[in-house]
């Protein structure tokens, strides 16, 4: 097992990557892409731990800096718009690793959200896992904070005994919740085809994707309950969801980045064998074994 700094172009930017490469390997690598603000080890050291889990079991995987982030080159553009970005990297697997056939992309929160939507522009794609995909309008936000967050917090004892104590002014949780009200009945302005809002655009790649997906999503965070939401109250979410394709995985007490090292060995588990479900090579015998390293190496 090796695990190699690298560097790639990415229209006349340097981009800072890691290799990990488990040498003679699945023939499907993972891609993991970064979501802002963070870098290629990312949150609690949570990318470079998951990448030296997977490729102790046979997964070859590249960390990257997209342009603008960590050590990369070049001018933030935001999730949105890092496609180049992303096949650049895939470009330099594939071209580090010429036995792969296939590549998973993994990200977390709007990397998750960009890695569908650049999923449907190359056909090598074969999976995707999506950790807690960023979905957020003015209106989800608002409708979640109503939701998820104020319902529960005027439900709590807790919450009343701050208000008698003097600790919390009720005023401004309650000024906070009808703003939200407000929020989540304001209709946003029509877009047009050019414009279309990125869920939309996610939801339209996501039709389009012929691979395997893993949804992975935090019991306590907002993020993910606007993803159940329009997932919800959206049909053709719903039914894509539900699809056979798409698997899901939920940690009901995790925070959205992980933060525990319990809640990243779980999610590292869950990657690692759905990766051996769907993608383990027949004549790799050393794919989905128990990773040696661990998630605290």
């Known amino acids: 097992m090796k695990e190699l700094a690298l560097t790639l172009n990415c ?31 990312g949150s609690h050291r949570s990318f470079v731990l998951l990448a030296r889990h997977l490729c102790g079991a046979g997964w070859p995987v590249l960390r990257f800096d997209y342009r603008g982030m960590g050590d990369s080159e070049g001018k933030l553009a935001g999730f949105e718009q890092i496609d180049q970005d992303i096949a650049c990297a895939a470009a330099l697997m594939f071209e580090r690793l010429p036995d792969l056939n296939s590549l998973v992309i993994y990200g977390l929160c709007d990397a998750a959200s960009a890695a569908l939507l650049y999923s449907a522009r190359d056909p090598r794609v074969g999976g995707l896992v999506l950790l807690n995909p960023w979905v957020r309008t003015e209106t989800s936000h608002a409708t ?45 302005p029509a877009a047009d085809a050019a414009q279309q809002p990125f869920p939309e655009r996610m939801r339209e790649a996501l039709e ?90």
């Not at 340097?14 to 080890?41: F, K, M, W």
């Not at 019991?219 to 979410?237: H, I, N, S, V």
């Not at 995790?254 to 319990?262: G, N």
């Open 144 to 188: 979640a904070m109503v939701r998820h967050y104020y319902g529960a917090k005027f439900l709590d004892r807790k919450f009343w005994r701050k208000v008698v104590t003097g600790q919390v002014a009720l005023g401004d949780s309650v000024r906070g919740l009808l703003d939200n009200l407000s929020g989540s009945v304001r209709r946003a």
């Open 11 to 41: 229209e006349g930017a340097e981009l800072s990557a890691i290799l990990h490469d488990p040498e003679n390997g699945a023939r499907t690598g993972v891609l993991v892409v970064v979501g802002g603000p963070q870098y290629r080890i």
């Open 208 to 297: 389009k994707f012929d691979g395997e997906t893993l949804l992975v999503l935090s019991g306590q965070d907002l993020t993910a309950d606007e993803f159940r939401d329009l997932t919800r109250k959206d049909p053709r979410w719903s039914r894509l969801v539900a699809a056979t394709s798409v698997s899901c995985f939920q940690l009901p007490d995790a925070t959205h980045t992980f933060s525990s090292a319990h809640w990243r060995d779980q999610v590292a588990r869950e990657i690692q064998s759905w990766l051996t479900r769907h993608f383990a090579s027949p004549d790799t015998d050393k794919v989905g074994s128990e990773s040696g390293t661990g998630m605290n190496s």
